[in-house]
């Protein structure tokens, strides 16, 4: 079976010198993980992010195509508990 890249996310932070930020992990929410399923996609961890696979023909056209304003969600969870030592939360709070 042959896969091809449907979308990456990626979270990027000023504190890393390469912008990549491993703090959080991206993951599918429960209703976007069973449509990836039915759509014969995977979604893949990356060091900052995630990758959306999906199957593809032999033409390269997506096996099982989303339908128009198919929605896609996805959660940020925070991996790293020293996230905050790191980043400036001060416009964020209340």
Excluded at 70 to 78: A, D, G, I, P, S
Excluded at 83 to 89: A, E, G, H, V, Y
Aim: include cysteine; proline fraction near 5%.
């Amino acid at each position: 079976m042959k896969y091809l890249e449907l979308l990456r996310l990626g979270v990027e932070h000023a504190f890393y010198s390469d912008k990549q930020c491993p703090d959080f992990a991206i993951v599918p929410n429960q209703a976007t993980e069973s449509s990836l399923r039915n759509h014969r996609a995977i979604a893949k961890p990356t060091p900052n992010g995630l990758r959306v696979l999906t199957t593809v023909t032999e033409e390269k056209e997506t096996a099982i195509p989303f339908a128009d304003g198919t929605r896609l969600v996805f959660e940020m969870r925070l991996t790293n508990g020293d996230f905050t030592l790191l980043t400036d939360l001060e416009e964020y709070e209340s």
